[in-house]
């Protein structure tokens, strides 16, 4: 079992960065790869970026390449989205996943446990 807990979310103006993380809780984080998605309202979850178990592999969206950094600490059991140079267009509440194969980053079904999600709302 893991629990996921995400923070850091909140209102930033349009070009502050912001950084948030997610805290897994249990003793198997380091088997699995990580993934944050982002679900606006009136929208699906979308794919954001994610992580293999080791932290040698990203991977990101094309909307978000370049502004977004996914990263982990697994002594730590957390993983991290840095997000530089925010756009309105990021409003979303965003959540973290873990899932077995790296192999299915991108696919929100293959993954086994889900955080809650943190509100992020970006201004202009």
């Known amino acids: 079992q893991v629990q996921l807990v995400e923070s850091g979310g909140g209102l930033v103006q349009a070009g502050r960065s912001l950084k948030l993380t997610c805290t897994a809780s249990?003793?198997?984080?380091?088997?699995?790869?990580m993934g944050w998605f982002r679900q606006a309202p009136g929208k699906g979850r979308q794919f954001v970026a994610a992580?293999?178990?080791?932290?040698?592999?990203?991977s990101y969206a094309a909307s978000v390449q370049g502004r977004i950094t996914i990263s982990r600490n697994n002594a730590q059991n957390t993983v991290y989205l840095q997000i530089d140079s925010p756009e309105p267009e990021d409003t979303a509440v965003y959540y973290c996943?873990?899932?077995?194969?790296?192999?299915?980053?991108?696919?929100?079904?293959?993954?086994?446990?889900w955080g809650q999600g943190t509100q992020v709302t970006v201004s202009s």
């Open positions: 996943g873990a899932v077995v194969y790296y192999s299915d980053y991108d696919v929100p079904e293959e993954y086994a446990y």
């Open positions: 249990g003793r198997t984080f380091s088997g699995y790869a």
């Open positions: 992580i293999n178990q080791s932290g040698t592999s990203t």
